[in-house]
C-alpha cells in the first residue's frame, strides 16, 4: 500500500525555506491575508467580497467556532492520515470545495480561470458562479479533468435555468449548487457607500451574454450594446416568487445532483429532502443576505438532524481554519466550502496565491486531525467536541 500525501508534511518545506533565508511571500495568519489584500484592492473591489448585510452575521459566524471546543484524543495511531471525503459517487482527495464567489474580475484579470488552474494544481473542485466573468465552457476547458461544480443563481424564467443547467452537464461539471438566499439582493451598506454593483457595469455576465435562452429576444448583441443585455440580467436576476414546487423544472432538466444553498432552518431541510434534492449546503451567504441571521455552524446540527443520513451536507460561511474544517465535520459536514480566503490569494498573488491559501488550509486540517486523535476525516464524528458543547 502506497503512503498517502499528509499535507502538514508543507510546514517542513515552509521551515527549510527559511535556512535559506527565505519567508512566505503571502502573511500566514488570515486576518493578516485579508489586510494585505485590502492595501492593494480599490475600496469598491475589497469591500463588495468583505462586506455584508451588516456586519453582525460575520461576527456570528466566526464566533460560533468558538462554542465548539475540540477535545483531543492521546495514543492513536494517527502515522496514516485521510483526508478523503465521497460525494455523489466521487472520492475527492480532500473534504474542501472552493465556493462559488461572484465577479472575480474585480479581483484578477484573470478571474476565474487563475482560480482554475490553482484547483486543477491541488486537486480540490472549483464551484463555479453564475456571475463569473469568464463562461462555464471556457472554465471547463481551462479545468480539464478536474473536478467541478457549477452554482446556479436561479433566474426568473425556467428556460433560462434549465439552459444553464444543461450547458454545466453537457460541460462535464459534476452538480449543480442551487442558492437559494438570493431571492433579491441585501441592503449592504458598503457596497452602497461605494455606489457599487459590478453587474450593472456589464461586469460578471459571461454566463448570461453566451446563453442562447437569454440572447434570444434582445434588441441588440452584447457585443454591439450591453446595456439591453444588463436590463435582461436585471429583470432575471431577482426571482421572489420561486416556491419548493418549482424546483421539479430543475430537477427534471438534468441527470446531474442537485444541492440547494443557502439551507439554515431544518423543516426547509425537510421541504428539500421531500422536493427531490440530492444535497443540502447549510450557509447565511457568509453575512452577505440577512443581518441578525444565525451563525451558519450553529444551524448545522439543526440540519443534520432533520435529514439524518438521508443526503450529503456541506458547510458554508466563516471557515478559517483546519479546526473550523473538523468542528464542521464533527457537527454533521460531509465537506466545506471556501470562500473569501482564496479571493485574498487571488488578489495578491494570482493563480499561486490561491495554491498557497488552500495548501496552508489543508495541512492545517492534516495537522489539526492528527493532533486531535484521527486518522480519517471520513471517520470524525460528534466525540470530537467537548461534553459542554453538547445539546
Not at 310 to 315: E, G, H, S
Request: glycine fraction near 8%; charge should be neutral; include cysteine.
Amino acid at each position: 500500500m502506497s503512503t498517502p500525501r499528509h499535507y502538514g508534511d508543507f510546514q517542513l518545506e515552509i521551515y527549510r525555506n527559511g535556512l535559506k533565508g527565505e519567508r512566505p511571500r503571502l502573511p500566514m495568519r488570515m486576518v493578516d491575508l485579508e489586510a494585505a489584500a485590502r492595501a492593494i484592492l480599490p475600496p469598491e473591489s475589497y469591500w463588495y467580497v468583505a462586506g455584508g448585510a451588516g456586519e453582525a452575521t460575520m461576527r456570528a459566524n466566526r464566533d460560533a467556532f468558538a462554542r465548539y471546543p475540540i477535545l483531543p484524543r492521546m495514543l492513536t495511531d494517527v502515522s496514516r492520515r485521510d483526508l478523503q471525503t465521497d460525494l455523489f459517487g466521487h472520492r475527492y482527495s480532500t473534504p474542501l470545495l472552493l465556493a462559488p464567489i461572484g465577479v472575480q474580475s474585480i479581483i484578477c484579470t484573470e478571474a476565474e480561470l487563475a482560480v482554475s488552474r490553482a484547483a486543477r494544481e491541488l486537486g480540490v473542485p472549483q464551484i463555479l458562479s453564475t456571475v463569473s466573468a469568464h463562461p462555464l465552457e471556457q472554465v471547463a476547458e481551462a479545468l480539464g479533468d478536474s473536478p467541478r461544480w457549477f452554482q446556479l443563481y436561479w433566474p426568473r424564467s425556467d428556460a433560462l435555468a434549465i439552459s444553464m443547467i444543461q450547458r454545466a452537464e453537457a460541460a462535464g461539471y459534476q452538480a449543480i449548487v442551487v442558492t437559494l438566499d438570493t431571492k433579491m439582493m441585501a441592503w449592504r451598506e458598503r457596497d452602497l457607500t461605494n455606489s457599487f454593483l459590478p453587474f450593472i457595469r456589464g461586469q460578471g455576465l459571461a454566463n448570461y451574454i453566451t446563453d442562447p435562452v437569454f440572447r434570444d429576444g434582445l434588441e441588440a448583441t452584447p457585443e454591439a450594446d450591453m446595456l439591453p443585455a444588463i436590463r435582461r440580467w436585471s429583470q432575471e436576476f431577482a426571482a421572489p416568487g420561486k416556491t419548493w414546487r418549482d424546483l421539479e423544472a430543475l430537477r427534471s432538466a438534468t441527470k446531474l445532483p442537485i444541492l440547494l444553498k443557502g439551507i439554515m432552518h431544518p423543516e426547509d431541510a425537510r421541504q428539500a429532502v421531500a422536493h427531490g434534492a440530492d444535497g443540502l449546503i447549510v450557509s447565511n451567504h457568509g453575512g452577505r443576505q440577512v443581518d441578525g441571521a444565525l451563525a451558519a455552524l450553529d444551524a448545522l446540527p439543526m440540519v443534520r438532524a432533520a435529514v439524518g443520513d438521508a443526503l450529503p451536507v456541506l458547510f458554508d460561511s466563516g471557515i478559517r481554519s483546519g479546526s473550523d474544517i473538523l468542528k464542521a465535520k464533527a457537527l454533521g459536514a460531509n465537506a466545506v466550502l471556501l470562500g473569501r480566503p482564496y479571493i485574498w490569494g487571488l488578489a495578491l498573488a494570482g493563480s499561486q496565491g490561491v495554491v498557497e491559501v488552500v495548501q496552508r488550509l489543508l495541512a492545517d486540517l492534516d495537522l489539526s486531525m492528527a493532533l486531535a486523535g484521527c486518522a480519517c476525516f471520513r471517520e470524525v464524528s460528534h466525540d470530537l467536541l467537548a461534553p459542554a458543547s453538547h445539546g
